[in-house]
């Protein structure tokens, strides 16, 4: 913490800015913010720390929103839970937009595991250099901090270093940005290796480009309440040994996990390249955060994909085997959610995973058409496509939780979406149609045959099933004669057979 703060005054922009009653200030209370004290608790009554886990996760699993109003201080110090003042800055859109990224940093917040105390944001034309809010309205967001106990403040945005210090000096608490918030629910969530290094890579590159902003080190032990346990939100991942590492450490495990990377994309382009060669063609479930993908992947395939009611609650891309109804085998894959703004660095480092949706047939993207703003998660998602070089791939677009939907929403969507079916992997609803859309578009196999096989050449018949076209089939004394089209290498095998 030895820079100088490398901001610029902006007088005219501190000159406007002042709060708008209208346009700023505080998010529902009932839904998004609470005032809670936690001074009358008696310590006595908290249970072990195994058990408090327990309970929390539970709460978590039961619902989105954790519900922590019997959790007490005590308690809350051995989960490490932050309790959390959001605030945004919105510089353009309607209300209903800026309230939208509030609502969806406050679930963020939340499922990094924070209580969101309060949520406030500020309308400005543009984010102060030096503070992100305007200087003079860092005294009020100190007011709310102080009144409402919160030891962590949650900015809309990515930040740079000098304005996150910036805001912890005046503070006092720890300041967070987006970028870091999704990077640390991401930590969370990455069960397998890949997933794992991916999001420390990503994770890295973020720390990396904030090495000078923050002194040279990474260490945000700043006293006061800052970093005070070195956990919590920007404090998983990596670790606390890495805290103190480096630059030229920090290249060195980036380089160290890019070929680590490189080794495990491999294997999964052996399996990709495996699919090709045997024609079998691949759908790729994407899709917002939430949307009901694993729910999707589960309903159409019977996979057995964990669902929660959480975001990001997939990293892992799960591909599961799956016939059409004349037994053609295609794989389905649920892939990570996407998120508005979701940092590049995530992009960058998942880069292998996404490959898979850019290297599919065709893509079910997923809607939840009982979200508020479908069109804007369908916006956000159709720019990581292009990112990732996946919007050349046929898309259709599967409008989900219709049970849960305004059905004017649903006409809305449909009208905007030509290409699109509405269903509800909770019900049931509209799944049969999205099968025969999806077997409708998987890729034809392009020759057509007509061979009289030897009973022998049992293998290719069932080769035909797999991934063949079969339009006729007749057993004769001399062997079946079928009819249909069938991929070039199957067709050049059947070519021997020819009638
Ligand atoms: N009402 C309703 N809820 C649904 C439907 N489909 C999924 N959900 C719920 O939406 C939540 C998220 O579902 P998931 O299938 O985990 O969503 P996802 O898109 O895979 O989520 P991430 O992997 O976290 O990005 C769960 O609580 C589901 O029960 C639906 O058709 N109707």
């Known amino acids: 913490m030895t820079n100088a703060p490398d901001f610029s005054l902006d007088d005219e922009l501190a000159a406007t800015d002042e709060w708008d009653e ?28 195994q058990d408090l886990a327990e309970r929390y996760a539970l709460r978590r ?12 201080e005590v308690e809350y110090r051995q989960l490490r839970l932050e309790r959390v003042v959001l605030v945004g800055v919105w510089t353009d859109g309607s209300v209903e937009e800026a309230e939208n990224s509030m609502a969806e940093l406050a679930l963020l917040a939340e499922t990094a595991g924070s209580e969101v105390l309060e949520a406030i944001y500020q309308r400005r034309q543009k984010p102060d250099p030096a503070t992100y809010v305007g200087r003079g309205k860092v005294d009020g967001i100190k007011e709310i901090v102080d009144a409402s106990g919160a030891d962590t403040v949650i900015l ?10 910036n805001l912890e000096d005046r503070l006092k608490v720890k300041a967070v940005d987006r970028t870091a918030l999704i990077l640390d629910i991401f930590a969370q969530h990455a069960k397998s290796k890949e ?23 990474l260490s945000r032990q700043a006293g006061g309440r800052v970093g005070a346990d070195g956990g919590g939100i920007g404090g998983r991942g990596p670790g606390e040994t890495k805290i103190e590492t480096d630059r030229r450490r920090i290249n060195d495990k980036i380089a160290k996990l890019r070929r680590e990377l490189k080794a495990m994309a491999g294997t999964r382009e052996t399996k990709r390249a495996e699919r090709r060669r045997h024609q079998v063609p691949s759908v790729a479930i994407a899709g917002y955060t939430n949307a009901g993908k694993s729910s999707l992947l589960n309903r159409l395939t019977d996979a057995g994909v964990l669902v929660e009611d959480a975001l990001f609650a997939t990293l892992d891309p799960t591909t599961r085997r799956t016939t059409t109804v004349d037994g053609r085998v295609y794989t389905m894959s649920d892939t990570v959610g996407f998120v508005r703004h979701l940092p590049h660095q995530l992009v960058e480092a998942f880069r292998s995973t996404l490959e898979e949706v850019a290297d599919s047939d065709l893509i079910l993207h997923v809607v939840d058409g009982s979200h508020p703003d479908p069109e804007g998660q369908i916006a956000a998602v159709r720019e990581v496509f292009a990112e990732i070089g ?81 339009d006729s089939m007749e057993h004769t004394a001399e062997g079946t004669l079928v009819a249909g089209r069938a991929h070039e290498d199957l067709a050049g095998e059947l070519a021997a057979y020819a009638v």
């Open 195 to 217: 997933g794992q290094a991916q999001v420390e890579l990503a994770q890295l590159q973020y720390m990396k480009q904030r090495l000078r902003g923050w002194g040279g080190n």
């Open 61 to 72: 699993v039961a619902g989105l929103r954790t519900e922590l109003e019997d959790i007490t």
């Open 156 to 165: 809309d945005g990515e930040l740079a270093p000098s304005q996150l210090r």
């Open 390 to 470: 996946a919007d050349k791939v046929p898309e259709l677009i599967v409008v989900n939780k219709a049970d849960a939907a305004d059905p004017m929403v649903l006409a809305r969507l449909r009208q905007r979406e030509p290409h699109s079916v509405v269903v509800s992997a909770k019900t049931g609803e509209g799944i049969e149609e999205a099968l025969r859309l999806v077997e409708s578009e998987l890729p034809r196999p392009g020759v057509e045959f007509s061979a009289l096989l030897p009973y022998e050449r049992g293998d290719l018949i069932d080769r035909l099933h797999r991934t063949g076209e079969i």
């Open 22 to 49: 209208e346009s700023s200030g505080y998010a529902d209370a009932d839904d998004r913010a609470s005032h809670r004290r936690y001074d009358d608790v008696d310590p006595e009554e908290t249970t072990g720390e």
